[in-house]
């Protein structure tokens, strides 16, 4: 049974980087046909996918938040990591981090994380 848990600071400050783990057990995050995806939810509000990195280590990413996401991996480590750039408090919310066969995952199929509440405020 696969385990993910989400890991980073729980405040950071505007305009600042966002950084988070998402630590990967019983399972690679290399395994065929696998999308690692990463999700928030701000408060109030539905989740919202933010990108994934695929089995092959290809990345995609949602439109809106391109230009300031970056999603990696450390094969070494089993390791999935999120980049946030130049956040703000909009960009407060539960981070969670994901697995499915599809790059959108889905919360009947996939297998998430617990979540990490992430608040931006100076």
């Known amino acids: 049974q696969v385990q993910l848990q989400e890991s980073g600071p729980g405040l950071v400050r505007p305009s600042q980087t966002l950084s988070l783990t998402c630590t990967v057990s019983g399972g690679s995050i290399t395994a065929n046909y696998y999308y690692w995806s990463w999700i928030r939810q701000p408060p109030g509000k539905e989740l919202e996918w933010m990108g994934a990195?695929?089995?092959?280590?290809?990345?995609y990413y949602r439109t809106s938040l391109k230009s300031r996401t970056s999603i990696s991996r450390d094969t070494s480590k089993n390791q999935i990591t999120l980049q946030l750039r130049s956040v703000t408090p909009e960009d407060t919310a539960v981070y969670y981090c994901a697995r499915d066969r599809s790059r959108v995952p889905d919360r009947a199929t996939g297998s998430w994380g617990q979540g990490t509440q992430v608040t931006v405020s100076s």
């Open positions: 990195i695929g089995y092959s280590g290809s990345t």
